[in-house]
């Protein structure tokens, strides 16, 4: 380790993830083991205009790993897409002596480190915390697989009560711009059918799957739908439905935010606590404008021009497996 940097802030910024926590016990921990001063920053990139700093030491992050939300709180701030906003921001980093930054969220998140390396040279690592999955560069987000796990208990009980019922059930999960929950809680979840945004997928093409089901006397269907499919919200799409098909009683169910809580999973909180040791490694080591991944069980750093505005493409196999499965 070269020690280059003797003061890291961190902050969690953007939508929050199960994991979060751990990624920030883990920054404050590999920050004091390297001799690092760490600061905490609350309410993300508003917080640091409005210089919401505190520092923090080991007992600040303890029993915190298994918790889910961000102790450090989140918070959309329209003030920092300004550069009289950053400019702020930036003033408040220099009057707490800060050298180094680790944001932890999405793509937003990491946009905003670019923008302040971009304009004030304040070196930053962003360790990628949403549910979603969306970003390129790394195999896994942290807070994919407790939502993903989140869906897939929903979407068991929800089948209880379709068994119990002649019921045909579109149930929604979160995935504006990424069908990863939906495709993988639909595989586990025995669904006949996914719809993803990454995918167009007719209406009649799925009531003639539906049909099919109801060709063979059964019981029961369920549908999982991202929030940001081609064809439309689950509501949507179930009214279409509705209007070809007559065989199943239908019912939606939407998700919601219910995927975003709860106590981590122990992949996330593992994969939190690696990637939050990897970022401030990196940083000491002189990486910047930079994004903490883990590709084939490995850490990496991608630089943003590299990454940003590429999409997390779904994996071809998992689409093919689906279909299969959907017969």
Not at 198 to 227: H, M, P
Request: glycine share 10%.
């Amino acid at each position: 380790m070269s020690n280059q940097i003797k003061r890291i802030a961190v902050f969690t910024s953007g939508g929050d993830a199960p994991g979060m926590n751990a990624a920030l016990r883990a920054v404050v921990r590999a920050s004091i083991f390297y001799n690092i001063e760490v600061f905490g920053i609350y309410r993300g990139y508003e917080g640091m205009i409005d210089g919401d700093f505190e520092q923090l030491d080991v007992r600040s992050v303890a029993n915190i790993l298994q918790r889910g939300g961000t102790v450090l709180k989140s918070a959309r701030s329209d003030e920092f897409r300004t550069k009289e906003g950053r400019l702020k921001a930036y003033e408040n980093l220099k009057k707490h002596n800060i050298d180094g930054l680790i944001a932890i969220g999405g793509d937003g998140s990491f946009t905003g480190l670019h923008k302040l390396y971009e304009e004030y040279k304040i070196p930053g690592i962003c360790v990628p915390g949403t549910i979603d999955n969306d970003i390129a560069g790394t195999d896994y987000t942290i807070g994919y697989d407790t939502a993903t796990n989140t869906a897939v208990e929903a979407i068991d009980k929800i089948r209880d009560t379709a068994l119990s019922h002649n019921r045909l059930f579109f149930i929604e999960v979160m995935g504006r711009d990424s069908g990863y929950i939906a495709i993988n809680s639909g595989i586990a979840g025995g669904a006949v059918a996914i719809i993803i945004p990454e995918q167009e997928t007719s209406i009649d093409e799925l009531v003639e799957k539906i049909n099919r089901g109801a060709d063979k006397r059964k019981t029961s269907s369920l549908v999982v739908v991202a929030e940001g499919g081609k064809s439309g919200s689950a509501m949507e799409i179930a009214e279409k439905v509705n209007e070809k098909s007559s065989y199943f009683e239908t019912k939606v169910t939407i998700l919601g935010h219910l995927q975003r809580g709860g106590s981590p999973t122990y992949f996330d909180r593992v994969l939190a606590s690696k990637m939050g040791i990897a970022a401030v490694e990196f940083l000491n080591d002189g990486k910047t404008d930079s994004m903490v991944g883990i590709v084939n069980n490995k850490m990496v750093c991608n630089k943003f021009d590299d990454i940003m505005n590429q999409p997390h493409a779904i994996d071809e196999e998992s689409l093919r497996i689906a279909k299969i499965l959907s017969i």
